[in-house]
């Protein structure tokens, strides 16, 4: 993380390792000894057609072979899944959090959705139950979980997630990628998918810049079977963060897989809220929310349909301050999102 970045609860793995081991990792360190060494490779060079985006993207291709696919699910046995932490569980030393959200068991339940939730479990049902997922991934060695969205695309196998959820800043990339759409409970209904592609910002992979924390993910099918033709997807927009809205304010609702304490990571949950702006060293907006790591990626809607659980993605689950842990932030999705996930979709 650069100094400017460095008084946030961090939500990206870099500052995880560093408090625990103190070194920091590159890419260029050998692979942990596992079934996903042999599932990745370096990336050729993707056919970025008609645009600059070698300049604006970092991109890793993954094996799409059976074999290699077979091994990294493999890898995910219901120990593994069950035992996989929130990105910033390792953190020794966290600031002061101030007052953490309710447990669970006392959390007042309501069934109908509204528009000021704070991180209530979603209990509506609708599309948003199937295209958000939870994510499992090892990076540096240790094992994870993030949330993300199937958003729609020609390749009908693209996700939308936090950079810091397939990328360690300027560190390694994750390996051993995968997501359950649906999760719930321990439970995969609608299959697991592999990544094949993972593309992040030239300003996320060399900086680790907050402003910047988005990926798009392209997914192996599962037996055959694309995300998008089993679970449906989310409309993804990149016009949203006007200076009029901003300044105004957006209605969001974001779900995530929240894993830390008190939240256990079994189901989906929800927050929904008018954003303000960033005032620190990002021009990310934020929204008051109390879901914790793990909920990292999740789709941030600016159009929402609590009927039918569909809407528009204009963001994702970034970052919180350690001063104000329960204002969550997330990314602009721009012009140079937009370039991204074209050539993604294409991929």
Same mark, same amino acid.
């Given at each position: 993380m650069t100094s400017s970045t460095a008084h946030k609860l961090l939500v990206a793995l870099t500052a995880?390792?560093?408090?625990?081991?103190?070194? $920091?990792?590159?890419? %260029?360190?050998?692979?942990?000894?596992?079934?996903? !060494?042999?599932?990745? %490779?370096?990336?050729?060079?993707?056919?970025?057609?008609?645009?600059?985006?070698?300049d604006e993207v970092a991109h890793r291709t993954f094996a799409d072979d059976r074999t290699t696919v077979g091994?990294?699910?493999?890898?995910? $046995?219901?120990?593994?899944?069950?035992?996989?932490?929130?990105?910033?569980?390792?953190i020794e030393g966290t600031p002061d959090?101030?007052?953490?959200?309710? &447990?669970?068991?006392?959390?007042?339940?309501?069934?109908?959705? %509204?528009?000021?939730?704070?991180?209530? &479990?979603?209990?509506?049902?609708?599309?948003?139950?199937?295209?958000?997922?939870?994510? +499992?991934?090892?990076?540096?060695?240790?094992? +994870?979980?993030?949330?993300?969205?199937?958003?729609?695309?020609q390749n009908r196998s693209t996700l939308v997630t936090a950079g810091h959820c397939v990328?360690?800043?300027?560190?390694?990339?994750?390996?051993?990628?995968?997501?359950?759409?649906?999760?719930?409970?321990?439970?995969?209904?609608?299959?697991?998918?592999?990544?094949?592609?993972?593309?992040?910002?030239?300003?996320w992979a060399q900086e680790a810049d907050d402003s910047h924390d988005y990926a798009a993910v392209v997914l192996n099918t599962d037996d055959g079977t694309a995300v998008q033709d089993r679970v449906?997807?989310?409309?993804?927009?990149?016009?949203?963060?006007?200076?009029?809205?901003?300044?105004?304010?957006?209605?969001?609702?974001?779900?995530?897989? &929240?894993?830390?304490? &008190?939240?256990?990571?079994r189901e989906l949950h929800y927050?929904?809220?008018?954003?303000?702006p960033d005032t620190g060293d990002t021009t990310a907006n934020g929204m008051r929310c109390a879901m914790t790591q793990g909920s990292s990626g999740g789709?941030?809607?600016?159009?929402?349909? !609590?009927e039918t659980g569909l809407g528009t993605i204009s963001s994702v689950i970034s970052f919180t301050y350690a001063d104000d842990p329960q204002l969550q932030y997330g990314p602009r999705l721009g012009e140079q999102a937009r370039r991204m996930f074209d050539d993604a979709e294409r991929l």
């Open positions: 995880a390792v560093v408090a625990v081991t103190g070194i $920091t990792l590159f890419d %260029h360190l050998p692979d942990p000894v596992s079934a996903t !060494t042999r599932a990745t %490779h370096e990336p050729s060079t993707p056919e970025y057609r008609g645009s600059d985006l070698l091994e990294v699910l493999s890898y995910w $046995t219901a120990e593994r899944m069950a035992a996989a932490a929130p990105l910033t569980s390792m959090l101030g007052t953490p959200p309710l &447990p669970e068991d006392e959390v007042e339940h309501h069934d109908a959705p %509204h528009k000021d939730s704070e991180g209530l &479990p979603w209990t509506t049902g609708g599309e948003v139950t199937r295209t958000t997922g939870k994510v +499992f991934l090892t990076m540096n060695g240790h094992d +994870f979980t993030c949330s993300a969205s199937v958003v729609d695309s990328k360690d800043g300027s560190g390694q990339w994750a390996q051993n990628w995968t997501f359950v759409p649906g999760h719930t409970d321990g439970h995969s209904p609608y299959g697991r998918y592999t990544a094949r592609d993972m593309i992040v910002p030239t300003q449906g997807a989310q409309e993804i927009a990149f016009d949203t963060w006007t200076e009029e809205r901003v300044r105004d304010g957006v209605q969001i609702y974001t779900f995530g897989y &929240p894993s830390a304490a &008190p939240f256990d990571g927050c929904s809220g008018t954003t303000t789709p941030w809607f600016s159009s929402f349909d !609590t």
